[in-house]
């Protein structure tokens, strides 16, 4: 069994102090942001069991909820394509841009470096498992 005590909860007054960008009410009721941070616990688990660290595993919380919603407004843009990507060369007649894209092994990467929120999610992801870390029983499978 679990207790309180083993489930984070990520609040829309979390989200506005540590990312300042979605402060504006107006843009980004707390329903909306309600929505996206009980969406996030669906790619990252609320239990503290795991390889990601109770501290990091709120920030992922966040940062999952922050990237969807990042999503959200592209779509809403009209942004449906992946443009996410280093300028590697640009002119001003004409407007062309070109993009480095960030290299992805998985769909999961792609799908994360579209916004700047999940390719510090995937880093973060990633630190755990460059350690050298033991699985053992099925609590530490949690991601």
């Not at 990520?10 to 506005?16: A, K």
């Not at 669906?42 to 990237?67: N, Q, T, W």
């Not at 070109?98 to 999940?118: A, D, R």
């Not at 999610?121 to 029983?137: D, H, Q």
Request: aromatic share 10%.
């Amino acid at each position: 069994m679990t207790s309180n005590n083993d489930i984070i909860t990520v609040t829309t007054d979390d989200i506005r102090q540590v990312f300042p960008e979605f402060s504006d009410v107006l843009k980004y009721p707390n329903t909306l942001l309600d929505g996206f941070i009980n969406r996030s616990y669906c790619y990252i688990s609320r239990f503290k069991f795991g390889v990601i660290p109770a501290d990091s595993r709120k920030l992922a919380i966040e940062l999952m909820a922050c990237h969807l919603t990042a999503l959200n407004d592209k779509i809403k843009s009209g942004q449906t394509s992946g443009g996410s990507g280093q300028i590697q060369s640009a002119s001003i007649d004409s407007v062309s841009v070109s993009l480095v894209m960030p290299p992805n092994k998985t769909q999961v990467e792609w799908w994360l470096n579209l916004t700047p929120y999940g390719q510090e999610l995937l880093y973060l992801l990633a630190i755990p498992a460059s350690a050298g870390l033991y699985f053992g029983g099925s609590r530490q499978r949690i991601l």
